[in-house]
């Protein structure tokens, strides 16, 4: 297809398609011409994939070039590309988890597979610091019930990416780790909504799932 028709497919104008491929954001398309080229599903996808990652996901530019660079390296290991990616979405870190504290206890009870030098540490602790620095009571019991959740949410995760090629799992593990987290925190912010309301009687109390 060419380049308008991909701006529109993909709801953008073509000034902003153009920006991407000079920025690198959008890999070249098929020269067809010293001014022309053509442009496939693959280029519509990514279009969507910086789009849904500027808005929805609030990332710069920036990081998202960042997390680009890491799916399209040349890495023939379909796990270690997607250690790259997720090393990219955490991007770099100022701190170190110290692993003697009671919160990596919590991570320890939940027998999870993390390395000492998960990019995710630093930014969980950062987290907490932040969280416990303004007086939030963000102790191990509930930690811990965040992280049961995590899980949960985890195994969902984990078992689309399996169902996936190889190829294809990298760019889908971007998205999902950058697009489900508004999700689940409008899902919590909706829950807290209707807990609030159940609190000062105006609802039925809410079904437990039995699963």
């Known amino acids: 297809m060419r380049i308008s028709k991909l701006s529109e497919r993909a709801g953008l104008p073509v000034g902003t398609v153009k920006f991407y491929l000079r920025s690198g954001l959008l890999h070249p398309g098929f020269a067809t011409s010293a001014t022309q080229a053509l442009y496939d599903e693959t280029h519509l996808a990514r279009l969507r994939l910086i789009r849904a990652?500027?808005?929805?996901?609030?990332?710069?530019?920036?990081?998202?070039?960042?997390?680009?660079?890491?799916?399209?390296?040349?890495?023939?290991?379909?796990?270690?590309?997607?250690?790259?990616?997720?090393?990219?979405?955490?991007?770099?870190?100022?701190?170190?988890?110290?692993?003697?504290?009671?919160?990596?206890?919590?991570?320890?009870?939940?027998?999870?597979?993390?390395?000492?030098?998960?990019?995710?540490?630093?930014?969980?602790?950062?987290?907490?610091?932040?969280?416990?620095s303004v007086g939030l009571d963000v102790d191990q019991d509930r930690l811990r019930v965040c992280a049961e959740a995590a899980a949960h949410v985890a195994r969902s995760d984990q078992a689309e990416l399996d169902s996936l090629p190889d190829a294809e799992r990298p760019q889908a593990l971007a998205a999902s780790l950058v697009l489900l987290d508004p999700i689940f925190s409008a899902l919590r912010r909706l829950a807290g909504e209707h807990m609030a309301a159940v609190n000062r009687g105006r609802v039925p109390g809410p079904r437990v799932s039995n699963a």
């Open 53 to 132: 990652m500027l808005g929805a996901g609030r990332l710069s530019l920036a990081e998202i070039q960042r997390i680009l660079d890491a799916i399209d390296l040349p890495v023939g290991d379909p796990d270690v590309r997607v250690s790259l990616v997720q090393a990219a979405i955490a991007g770099p870190a100022d701190t170190r988890f110290d692993d003697r504290t009671a919160d990596a206890d919590v991570l320890r009870e939940m027998g999870w597979h993390i390395a000492p030098d998960s990019p995710h540490l630093p930014a969980l602790r950062n987290a907490l610091e932040a969280a416990r």
